[in-house]
């Protein structure tokens, strides 16, 4: 949006110029007279284009600053929500990772007592086999 002022601007100093110039020019004036007023005419063009060049930079050089400032707090930003979704990803990993050694705690656990269990029900069973068969009268174990 400024720069489109500062092309307004531009386009109505120029305009304005070239008003004056040929309103001199047409105008019935001596030679010297229209040459003396040409020179002021374009004297003042000249402050006018200063002052609009001057204007221009000012506001570019707030609105770069306004954009370095913004750029700077985004970057800020941005840093600070990667740091935080890292810092969520870790914990959350940390926490993934102490489910699982507890889940493989507990299948280890759980798998030693089924074969405790299997391993006595096993036994009980061969003892079962073993006194069935001395009482049916066999005298070697049976394999």
Do not use: C, H, W
Not at 89 to 113: C, F, H, P, Q, Y
């Amino acid at each position: 949006m400024a720069d489109n002022k500062g092309d307004f601007l531009v386009g109505l100093l120029v305009g304005s110029a070239l008003g004056a110039a040929l309103a001199l020019l047409y105008a019935p004036q001596s030679g010297e007279e229209t040459r003396e007023t040409i020179k002021k005419k374009s004297e003042e063009l000249k402050d006018g284009a200063t002052d609009v060049y001057g204007q221009v930079k000012d506001q570019t050089s707030t609105i770069a600053s306004q954009l370095k400032d913004s750029t700077t707090t985004l970057a800020a930003n941005v840093k600070d929500s990667a740091s935080n979704v890292a810092s969520k990803l870790s914990e959350a990993a940390g926490k993934v990772k102490d489910d699982v050694k507890e889940g493989v705690s507990n299948i280890r656990s759980t798998a030693a007592s089924e074969a405790d269990t299997l391993s006595q029900a096993a036994k009980d069973e061969a003892n079962k086999v073993k006194s069935a068969t001395q009482t049916a009268g066999f005298t070697e174990p049976v394999v």
